[in-house]
């Protein structure tokens, strides 16, 4: 096995199970918290007169029902993403709200879409954890139509992102073996240099690229702070495998940590990211 599919499978493997289960139990809180970062992309799609638009790592289906809604019956938007989970919430929930978006269940740098089917790409935070992120783009400008455009939003570097850290940070003394965050490896934080991003998406094919940065103001109900912590991210991952007395001082020393975001009933942190433009190139990449 090499090491692509192994990675692969890892990926699937982890938003199949523990990872997964967290963001659908989670799913109200997360689309709440970042709605303001799916405004900037569905108010984007609205600008580009789309008419059919992936959604690269949809999760629970959220901005694609948002984007779905905006779209109106004259048009259509497709989620796709790695996580059963994720995939079959975003599905139950389109039926229950009677919107009709369609979902995929697939890795999107190796699926197979139809050729030129979409006329704009767009991704909240659902890019950045690609093994071969040149494959990934190139497939995905596979799918779409020449001319068509590339709207996704990534996290900067994690020194201006200090709600995101603050948890693993806080945590590392009391669980030595808590896994380290690589910028060169896929994860929350792989498109944090904006000229590696300029690099992958020229090389893939697509062109006129423009990255800017942008802060978003983000909230989150204090009551909802200590389920956020201990479900999500490599801490997430960890306290299920630690004992009762030690998990117990994980979450007052972590809590504690995240004061200086508390204000009051609401916790309230600036995202921030990178909007990422582009368009595909009439030259296709052989």
């Known amino acids: 096995m090499d090491a692509a599919r192994r990675t692969d499978d890892e990926q699937a493997a982890r938003w199949k199970g523990r990872a997964g289960r967290a963001w659908v139990d989670l799913r109200h809180v997360l689309d709440e918290m ?14 580009a007169q789309a008419d059919h638009v992936l959604d690269v790592g949809c999760g629970t289906g959220g901005m694609t ?7 109106g019956p004259a048009g259509h938007c497709v989620g796709v993403d790695i996580s059963g989970p994720l995939i079959d919430t975003a599905r139950a929930r ?4 009677g919107v009709p978006a ?23 935070f659902g890019v950045m954890f690609f093994d071969d992120p040149v494959r990934a783009f190139g497939n995905l400008r596979s799918a779409v139509r020449d001319g068509a455009g590339l709207r996704v939003i990534v996290w900067r570097d994690p020194a201006e992102n200090p709600f995101m850290t603050t ?3 806080a945590a590392a003394p009391l669980l030595p073996s808590l896994p380290v965050r690589r910028p060169d490896e896929p994860g929350q934080f792989a498109f944090a ?12 094919g697509w062109a006129d690229i423009d990255i800017r940065p942008v802060d978003v103001v983000c909230t989150l109900p204090e009551k909802e702070l200590v389920r956020y912590f201990t479900r999500l991210g490599p801490l997430g991952m960890a306290l299920p495998e630690v004992d009762e007395e030690t998990r117990v001082g994980v979450v007052e020393t972590v809590r504690a940590a995240f004061d200086p975001f508390v204000q009051g009933s609401e916790v309230r942190f600036t995202a921030a990211c990178w909007t990422v433009g582009a368009r595909a190139s009439a030259a296709k990449l052989s």
């Open 34 to 47: 970042f709605r303001p970062i799916e405004d900037l992309l569905v108010d984007a799609v609205s600008a």
């Open 65 to 71: 029902l948002a984007v779905a809604r905006r779209l």
């Open 94 to 97: 389109a039926e229950r709200e």
């Open 102 to 124: 369609s979902f995929v269940r697939a890795d999107a740098q190796e699926h197979t879409f139809e050729p030129g089917t979409f006329d704009t790409v767009i991704s909240r």
């Open 167 to 169: 948890a693993q940070r």
């Open 193 to 204: 240099d904006p000229d590696k991003v300029h690099r992958i998406l020229a090389e893939s």
